[in-house]
């Protein structure tokens, strides 16, 4: 089966996962059966530690602080899933719980 990224965005939160609304986490916490629901399966998920964190590292070597693209949101998480089709990962997407951001869908190339 096909597998896809699926990045999640938001604005980076002061207290980071403590400032996420319990209606929000309610619903994330139901997203594993709308997937399996879906016929779908997560392979991957991972939430990422806050941008600070975040080091480039620059084509001559030089490593500096922070994400590399200057953006109002990070990528807050990505999820791996194989799904049958790209209509039924977009969909998947679409059920995921987003405060203020967006969520990107990318194939992934078939190993």
Do not use: C, W
């Not at 896809?4 to 980071?16: C, D, Q, R």
């Amino acid at each position: 089966m096909p597998q896809y990224a699926i990045l999640i965005y938001e604005k980076e939160l002061p207290g980071g996962v403590a400032d996420i609304p319990p209606d929000v986490m309610e619903a994330n916490m139901r997203v594993g059966e709308q997937i399996a629901a879906m016929g779908a399966k997560v392979v991957n998920e991972q939430a990422l530690q806050p941008s600070a964190t975040t080091r480039t590292i620059h084509k001559n070597g030089l490593v500096t602080d922070g994400p590399f693209i200057e953006s109002k949101e990070v990528i807050a998480g990505f999820f791996v899933v194989e799904a049958r089709d790209l209509d039924t990962a977009i969909a998947i997407g679409k059920i995921l719980p987003i405060m203020d951001g967006a969520v990107e869908v990318r194939p992934l190339l078939p190993e």
